[in-house]
């Protein structure tokens, strides 16, 4: 179901994406990232990281009605006194802050939305695996929202009514959320509340909330305020839309395993460890995988997106493959391993060294090269968090994952890029005289065939135990059809 729910979602950002991109202005466009930016920043304050905590924790009391009410109640609480404090710091801001009173409706428009992100209570669907609802509510909206797109937004100037639909989509899906939650539950004759009690080990997922909200977010800000115009931003909100869309799909492998490997590490690390070895070998591929395939067709997906007056954002669609590819690696890392062994502060610690290192490539780049600044400071800030992360995680991983296994994958890999890579500039290429949307396309769906067939072929050579187990599935519901057919 989570695959299902990023299909849908994928399915919807590949339409609007190219659309909305077309029809706006690209300050206009940069103006509704920008200020959207802005608002994702302040959201990871008022949420101060129980999005992640509170999976762990309704995962663990799922079973006790009485004790997961109690903890949900305990969450929001806390989400409510701090949204209480930063979205009043956000509007004090809006009105004393030349650069958002410029753009005041849209950053009032994200504010109210922002407000509502923090009751979304996604984090307690998730952990009691209720992947059918999220699934059947997300997608519903994400078509609407692509409707009223695709209706309203028509000219130049409508990024304003742009910002609102984006808004709206989480306003609604939030709400909904809400009455399912005091539909499913019952919050009365509930134990005291364990606010204090529930501080230290919030306080060190929010560090690590914040910090990614800060260097996943904040790097548009910067941007934002160091260039002239909003054209830059709108050159990078481009390569980070296409990240966040491909993310998502590395990302649904992992938001599915967390509430599993956290039982599991409690109840049978045996278990485990096996899933946790087959979950990595598969993110790797698939990590992988997009990296390559973004960097082979990096000028080809800034046309098929939007158009040539995006060009200026190839090299930074190019750099944000890899940043994907380390974004998907430490999310794994931090929920499926440290945190599934109480190493939540060991995540904050890695996190927070990723948040100067984020500022500083910002800082000292964004001005000058822009976009591409940008996407070198967050693939920086990533790579610094994986290296720390990796650290505090080894005695874990290392009993699970195997070098061999991970060779394999980096050499399958490898070789499917390096066919790609030819096959793409020695022949696609002299073909192609004028790339237009539907050669563009064709041409990414011929690279991406020949990518996966190499891939596949080069790692059952190899024995690799991912490209064995799709095979061994692929050929278990092939024999299923024909068994039936006869």
Known sequence: MNMLLTASNMIVSVVTIPYVTRVLSVEGYGDVNFAYSVSQWFSAFCLV?????????????????KELAATTRDLLVIISIFTAIFLSVFAVLIVIVPRFRGIEPL???FLVSTLLLSYGVEWYFQATEQYSYITVRSAAFKIVSLFLILILVRHPGDFIIYAAILAFVVSGNNIINLIRLFRTESFKDLRPMKLSARMK????????????AFYLSFDSVILGMLSVTSAQVGFYQLAAKLKNMLASIA??????????????AEHDIEKYRRLLSRGFSFLLNLGVGIAFIIFIFAKTFVILISSEKYLSATLSIAIIGFVTLLNALNYFFSLCVLTSFDRERKVAVANFVGVPVSIVVNLLLDGH????????GGLAAEGTIFIFQFWYSRDIVCKSVHL???????LSHITACGVTYFAYFLV????????TTLQTALAIVAGVFVYALIWIAASLLMKEDTARWMFSIAKDILYKIFAHAQ
Request: aromatic share 14%; proline share 4%.
């Open 251 to 264: 990302n649904a492998v992992t938001g599915a395993l967390i509430p599993r490997l956290s039982y599991y």
């Open 107 to 109: 950053m009032w428009i």
């Open 369 to 376: 090269i822009g976009a591409t600044g940008a996407a070198l």
């Open 49 to 65: 990281g129980i999005p992640m905590y509170g999976i762990r924790e309704c995962a663990k009391v799922r079973d006790d009605r």
């Open 201 to 212: 080990p919030i306080f060190s997922f929010a560090i690590l909330y914040i910090s990614s």
């Open 404 to 410: 061999n296994a991970i060779y394999k994958v980096f």
């Open 428 to 435: 696609i290429s002299k073909v192609l005289t004028e790339f």
